[in-house]
């Protein structure tokens, strides 16, 4: 089995960043991609960005130039550095592992950006 161990969010002000953290043990082995999801209240869980095993990276179109995913493979870790944070950014954010033909889950971590 694989367990994805997340931390990292909390509530800040507009404008602040929070850095979010997820780190995967257990089973892991081809492993095609890791990636940040997020859901808000009454809203289906989105793509916020995700980085595959070579490196390449997507985001959502909301966080561009804000937001910046990265790896450690030697950890099996993946960060989401989250800067200029709006309200809307608000949501429980989740770490996603993706083997083939299954994906794995974080617990999620509430983010929270309010004035």
């Known amino acids: 089995q694989v367990q994805l161990v997340e931390s990292g969010g909390g509530l800040v002000q507009p404008g602040e960043s929070l850095r979010l953290s997820c780190a995967a043990s257990?089973?892991?082995?081809?492993?095609?991609?890791m990636g940040w999801y997020r859901q808000a209240p009454g809203k289906q869980r989105q793509l916020v960005a995700t980085?595959?095993?070579?490196?390449?990276?997507n985001y959502a179109d909301s966080v561009k130039g804000r937001f910046t995913i990265s790896r450690d493979n030697a950890k099996t870790a993946v960060y989401l550095q989250m800067n200029s944070l709006k309200p809307e950014d608000t949501a429980v954010y989740y770490c996603n592992l993706n083997r083939p033909g299954k994906d794995y889950w974080g617990q999620g971590t509430q983010v929270t950006v309010s004035s």
């Open positions: 980085i595959t095993r070579v490196g390449s990276t």
């Open positions: 257990g089973s892991i082995f081809s492993i095609n991609a």
